[in-house]
């Protein structure tokens, strides 16, 4: 069974600091999908980010990016120049190619301070 | 499109009454998702449906929750009887080809008095 851990129950930044956010996760399959969730006070899940496992290269969105490493069964997100609006819960998500099935982090409470 | 479309946004009701929620999923997306968010279990995987079969429904909590998805575009989660620790936020995602990118809908907060 696929499992998701997200360690960091909260945390915080300060306004245009960068900061990042753990996820490691746990797998037998070759084939699969990761993703970073964005849930702010309006309750909303916005999806931020994607990476397909097969690519080496590391996603990127405007200020957000991930650190993939695959050996290691790690997927962080990096947010720079943290803004406001940045201030939300993120979920990381494991999906599995084979069944679509998609398995969720416990999440990490991100405060930006200004 | 529109995007997945959930109803209620809230529902309060009394326990042992029956609840439905239902949700619409973007038009084309052939996998659908029904998740629980509460503060103790955070984000649960309830069930999900491929071109409208049951696929995986071993989150599905008991016997009084009920999943059905009778066309592409239609799906409800019925809960008979309800009770208060049934009261959460529900959410229905809909994802095209699996494993892709899953779209929520804005969730239905259930509360159960």
């Known amino acids: 069974a696929q499992t998701v851990t997200q360690s960091q129950p909260e945390m915080s930044v300060q306004e245009a600091e960068t900061v990042t956010l753990s996820c490691t996760y746990d797998t037998s399959e070759n084939n699969y999908y990761l993703f970073w969730y964005k849930q702010p006070p309006s309750r909303q899940m916005i999806l931020v980010i994607r990476?397909?496992?097969?690519?080496?290269q590391n996603a990127t969105e405007n200020r957000f990016s991930v650190n993939f490493q695959k050996a290691a069964k790690s997927f962080s997100l990096k947010i720079s120049d943290s803004q406001l609006g940045d201030t939300a819960m993120y979920f990381c998500?494991?999906?599995?190619?084979?069944?679509?099935?998609?398995?969720f982090g416990q999440g990490t409470t991100l405060q930006v301070k200004p | 499109d529109a995007g997945v479309i959930q109803s209620p946004r809230h529902e309060v009701t009394e326990m042992g009454q029956e609840v439905t929620l239902r949700c619409k999923p973007i038009s084309g997306h052939d996998y659908l998702f029904w998740y629980r968010q509460t503060m103790m279990r955070g984000l649960e995987l309830l069930i999900y449906f491929n071109n409208n079969v049951p696929i995986d429904d071993s989150g599905m909590p008991e016997d009084r929750f009920s999943a059905k998805m009778p066309n592409a575009s239609f799906s409800t989660l019925k809960i008979q009887p309800s009770e208060p620790r049934d009261s959460a936020v529900y959410f229905c995602?809909?994802?095209?080809?699996?494993?892709?990118?899953?779209?929520f809908g804005q969730g239905t907060r259930l509360t159960v008095v």
């Open positions: 998500a494991f999906g599995a190619g084979n069944t679509g099935k998609l398995i």
């Open positions: 990476q397909e496992a097969y690519k080496q």
């Open positions: 995602a809909s994802s095209l080809r699996g494993a892709r990118a899953a779209f």
